[in-house]
């Protein structure tokens, strides 16, 4: 499987963006780039994914580059409940929902 | 929709002995999935269920687990002789062959702790 490399932890003020980087330079043509994030003692959620274009949703939106090498999840205006574990992952074309998870992004909202 | 639902939450055992776990999917879904997971590491993958047919097995699912899906509702995960090693969060997820998006959604897990 194609991997995925992001920061290990990040902080934002309550009511600021949070861009949330996620760097991929092996994805393949079909790919799919796909974000979950998971709260304390939950199971991971779904949030966003995208294949080549920009997306949004109404949790976030997804700027993926042109090049296809690496993707931005966006939350607009961070609330204290979008404090969680960010995990970006790849996935072929839908052909098997087997998610391989790294180890995430930490995101954790200032008050 | 009631969402995936795990069963127990919390699971605390002797090395050694049996255990057992319970997994409702959504009511629709005909996708099932398992997955541990450790302190400060992401879900690994370990079994995936397309109804009742067990299709992916990953090679972290040693002799000692074994999972099912009877009649391609719910499904039950077992470890047989349990280890110190096997204390995770065991998670279940399921979706839908039928979803474009193919979104997994996720039960609240199964935390294990094995003495």
């Known amino acids: 499987d194609a991997k995925t490399t992001q920061p290990n932890s990040m902080e934002s003020n309550e009511e600021e963006p949070v861009h949330l980087p996620c760097n991929h330079s092996?994805?393949?043509?079909?790919?799919?780039i796909h974000w979950y994030r998971q709260l304390p003692s939950q199971g991971p959620e779904y949030v966003i994914h995208?294949?080549?274009s920009n997306v949004n949703n109404r949790m976030a939106s997804l700027a993926i580059a042109e090049d296809r090498k690496s993707s931005t999840l966006i939350l607009h205006r961070a609330t204290l409940r979008d404090a969680a574990v960010y995990y970006c992952?790849?996935?072929?074309?839908?052909?098997?929902?087997?998610?391989?998870f790294g180890t995430g992004t930490r995101l954790t909202i200032i008050p | 929709d009631t969402g995936v639902s795990q069963d127990p939450r919390h699971k605390i055992t002797k090395r050694g002995q049996n255990v057992t776990f319970r997994c409702d999917p959504i009511?629709?879904?005909?996708?099932l999935y398992w997955y541990r997971q450790t302190l400060g590491q992401g879900p690994e993958f370990l079994t995936y269920?397309?109804?009742?047919?067990?299709?992916?097995k990953s090679r972290l699912l040693s002799d000692r687990f074994s999972a099912e899906r009877p009649k391609g509702s719910f499904s039950t995960l077992e470890i047989q002789r349990t280890e110190q090693g096997d204390s995770a969060m065991y998670l279940c997820?399921?979706?839908?062959?039928?979803?474009?998006?193919?979104?997994?959604?996720f039960g609240s897990g199964t935390q294990l702790s094995v003495l």
């Open positions: 269920f397309q109804n009742e047919a067990q299709l992916e």
């Open positions: 995208g294949l080549t």
């Open positions: 992952i790849l996935l072929i074309n839908f052909g098997n929902e087997k998610l391989t």
């Open positions: 092996t994805i393949s043509g079909t790919d799919y």
């Open positions: 009511s629709e879904h005909n996708r």
């Open positions: 997820a399921s979706s839908s062959h039928r979803d474009s998006n193919e979104k997994l959604f």
